[in-house]
């Protein structure tokens, strides 16, 4: 099995996370984002639409980031422990809410939060205005809310007392924000330690791998500054600022 991720996407992280916390062999194929690799002719021979991840497994090509984790916890099911991916209809119902719908909230929402605090001094020369940033700050804390108070309540994780794929998905889309140098998990000691629950059953080591990209702030801008589609990118990125 390849995957085809770069560890900047929060999709590819968790991806990445679930893989190695569950045991999955596989070859790591870096796609660097930044440097508009995706849009090689080889890659958009493995995916049309030119995102990650990509999961190829024999001939077998799977794109979408919750088909993947669906296709490795099921081919893997005879070692992999149920609480992952519940067979109980209702629970994983429930982890398929977070993964296909409530997050994409989240993401919208955090993704516009890293852009904005360090892309977007670099695409538009100037620094954020003040009005932007504040509407930005208050739907990501609308959607931090929402996961707190709907979907983590007061178990320990996502669907009850282990963990999911719902709770590695979550975090990995809180994480984007985090890497901006805001720390969306002072002053919320439920989901500060719902994250270290989160972190401790994937392992340390491999969350600290699959975020050691996006928490390097400087060099995130540094690479950007630095790459040579840089005049590519703007144009997309401007229509999400203006």
Known sequence: MELYVDLFSQPCRSVFMVAKALGIPFELKNVELLEGQQYSEDF???????????MKDGNFVLTESVAILQYMVEKYCSTVADHWYPSDLQQRARVMNICHGSIRT???????????RVFYPILMDVEVPEEKMSVAV?????SL?????KFLQNKAFIVGDSISLA???????????VGS????FEGRPKLTAWKERVK??????????????ILNMGGMAQKMKNSPGLEMFKPKFK???I
């Open 167 to 177: 709770d590695v998905v979550a975090l990995a889309e809180i994480m984007q924000p």
């Open 181 to 184: 140098g805001l720390d969306v």
């Open 145 to 149: 809310y929402l996961l707190e108070e």
């Open 138 to 142: 208050e739907d990501l804390n609308e």
């Open 200 to 213: 401790k059953a994937v392992g340390e080591k491999v969350f600290d791998e699959a975020h050691q990209k």
């Open 44 to 54: 958009a021979k493995l995916s049309l639409v030119k995102k990650v991840p990509v």
């Open 106 to 116: 989240l993401r919208a929402h955090g993704s516009r939060m890293y852009q904005m």
């Open 239 to 241: 229509k999400l600022f």
